[in-house]
Nanobody, 128 residues
Framework: QDQLVESGGGLVQPGGSLRLSCAAS??????????MGWFRQVSGKDREVVATISRSGGVCFYADSLKGRFTISRDNSKNTVYLQMDNLKPEDTAVYYCAASRGLSGKGGLYGGLYDYRGQGTQVTVSS
């Protein structure tokens, strides 16, 4: 059973904004125990990291190409992680996944693609 459930995807025009949410599907799964992150994938292409956040929320890592437009955050009291996406571009079109790692959020851990759980994903389409 999936431990993580994403929501908030959809169709948006270029320049628009979306906020994705990732929540635990069961109360017994505490997101606060994990480094969390967002990845995206276009069909036929490799998965790429979007952003990661440490357990406390104090440390965030972003893909260089997305800095300034995307913001990751978390509310451990609501057992939810968010991805705010602004000034969206057609090349941001992808399936966005959230992931959880028992390890660290940096390049040696979640940012490098090492995760323990992943959701089913939510489609984001940027088109006029």
């Amino acid at each position: 059973q999936d431990q993580l459930v994403e929501s908030g995807g959809g169709l948006v025009q270029p320049g628009g904004s979306l906020r994705l949410s990732c929540a635990a599907s069961e109360r017994t799964f505490s997101i606060g125990d994990y480094s969390m992150g967002w990845f995206r994938q276009v069909s036929g292409k490799d998965r790429e990291v979007v952003a990661t956040i440490s357990r406390s929320g104090g440390v965030c890592f972003y893909a260089d190409s997305l800095k300034g437009r995307f913001t990751i955050s978390r509310d451990n009291s609501k057992n939810t992680v968010y991805l705010q996406m602004d000034n969206l571009k057609p090349e941001d079109t992808a399936v966005y996944y959230c992931a959880a790692s028992r390890g660290l959020s940096g390049k040696g851990g979640l940012y490098g693609g090492l995760y323990d759980y992943r959701g089913q994903g939510t489609q984001v389409t940027v088109s006029s």
